[in-house]
């Protein structure tokens, strides 16, 4: 057993001093200087002038809202009666869809409305100057209509019909004051 541990010990040794005498590698060449070749300056093209923007000329922005005026409905209002009150005239009175359109979830039938609900009226010329209001109110249109046409009442549906399709013309002196 001695002589194993011997053997095995000077092994070690003989492997250690093999490794540890190992020249180290030999260094890499150093690169030989490229010469140096001169090139004559390539001539620098002058820019040419840059045209004169043309001046912008700035549309007036649209505003994309329109005001509204807050109303507490009262006893024996109607749709109709509080938009003719706040638009002038009759006719204009029968654009009540765009209150309903400025005041989502609060009428959900254009005949049934109560004291104490609180509505929004847009003013009628802005909002019939945005075609995002107008594409709201259009929409609500169609829903009054088709509620008067369950209903059994085709020429009320027929009236709102012909005052929708003046709406999305987009044309207010079809809409009398």
Same mark, same amino acid.
Request: glycine letters at 4%.
């Given at each position: ?12 040794? *003989? ?41 912008? *000329? ?12 807050? $109303?507490?409905?009262k006893n024996e209002d109607t749709l ?14 029968? $654009? ?17 409305? $109560? ?35 369950s209903e059994g009442k085709p020429d ?22």
């Open positions: 057993m001695k002589k194993i541990i011997a053997m095995l010990l000077l092994a070690g040794a *003989v492997i250690f001093a093999a490794v540890s005498c190992k020249s180290a590698p030999p260094p890499s060449p150093e690169p030989k200087p490229q010469p140096v070749v001169e090139k004559e300056p390539e001539p620098i093209a002058e820019p040419e002038p840059e045209p004169e923007p043309e001046p912008v *000329v700035e549309e007036p922005a649209v505003s994309t809202e329109v005001n509204m005026t807050a $109303y507490i409905v109709s009666q509080i938009a003719e009150k706040f638009y002038g005239s009759r006719v204009r009175g029968y $654009y009540f869809p765009i209150i309903m359109a400025c005041s989502p979830g609060v009428v959900k039938h254009p005949d049934r409305i $109560y004291p104490g609900m609180k509505i929004n009226i847009p003013n009628f010329d802005e909002f019939m100057q945005n075609s995002e209001y107008v594409g709201k109110g259009s929409a609500e249109f169609d829903k009054v209509i088709n509620v008067y046409r009320v549906a027929t009236f709102l019909r012909n005052l929708q399709e003046k709406m999305k013309d987009g044309n207010l002196a079809k809409i009398p004051r």
